[in-house]
């Protein structure tokens, strides 16, 4: 199974601040990697997908880089709306699998 | 308007039954992948099944390759997963999911998951 690791597992930031968080997969999936923002109690929300294209509706402040094994996503000026957890889950190969997840918190 | 609506969870016994549906609306199910997806409490998230559009193909998690079923009915536009000999660590949310990209061959094809379900807690406990 390709592992995908996460880091920081939690990130303390405030408005307006700039904040990327990594993905690693264990083993190259090309460019086969979403991200997903979770808020408690609800489903996650598809915010980008193939590494790099915006999911329709998601702000533009929400971007995606890489290809292989290192993906990163970053907020360019965290909104209040933005506090929540985010995770990545590459569709390469089954079984698909997820990191283990970012806490996003408000400083 | 795109939805999906889980029903079914409970509380059932270690090594009970239990089937789950997903409804779609708004979208023309037959032509997209359809998922399964878990959470367990206060942990991440956990991919459980696939299906394709015409249900000619399935996969699997190894946690629960002969225990859990997913099918489909394309003219109920309802998604299943039957859960057989359940054990305590299937206790979660199970959320259905739906591929980003449609595709009227019915083959699978791997994709995002662009819309979830609410969810629907199973709990397996004596």
């Known amino acids: 199974d390709i592992q995908m690791t996460q880091s920081p597992s939690t990130l303390s930031a405030s408005v307006g601040d700039r904040v990327t968080i990594t993905c690693r997969a264990s083993q190259s999936i090309s460019r086969w990697l979403a991200w997903y923002q979770q808020k408690p109690g609800k489903a996650p929300k598809l915010l980008i997908y193939k590494a790099s294209s915006l999911e329709s509706g998601v702000p533009s402040r929400f971007s995606g880089s890489g290809s292989g094994t290192e993906f990163t996503l970053t907020i360019s000026s965290l909104q209040p709306d933005d506090f929540a957890t985010y995770y990545c889950q590459q569709y390469n190969s089954f079984p698909y699998t997820f990191g283990q997840g970012t806490k996003l918190e408000i400083k | 308007d795109v939805q999906l609506l889980e029903s079914g969870g409970g509380l059932v016994q270690p090594g009970g039954s239990l089937r789950l549906s997903c409804a779609a609306s708004?979208?023309?199910?037959?032509?997209?992948?359809m998922s399964w997806v878990r959470q367990a409490p206060g942990k991440g998230l956990e991919w459980v099944s696939g299906?394709?559009?015409?249900?000619?193909?399935?996969h699997y998690a190894d946690s629960v390759k002969g225990r859990l079923a997913i099918s489909r009915d394309n003219s109920k536009n309802t998604l299943y997963l039957q859960m057989n000999s359940l054990r305590a660590e299937d206790t979660a949310v199970y959320y259905c999911?739906?591929?980003?990209?449609?595709?009227?061959?019915?083959?699978?094809?791997?994709?995002?998951?662009?819309?979830w379900g609410q969810g629907t807690m199973v709990t397996v406990s004596s």
């Open positions: 708004g979208f023309s199910f037959s032509s997209y992948v």
């Open positions: 999911a739906k591929a980003l990209s449609g595709d009227s061959s019915g083959y699978y094809y791997d994709d995002a998951f662009d819309v």
């Open positions: 299906i394709s559009g015409r249900s000619g193909s399935t």
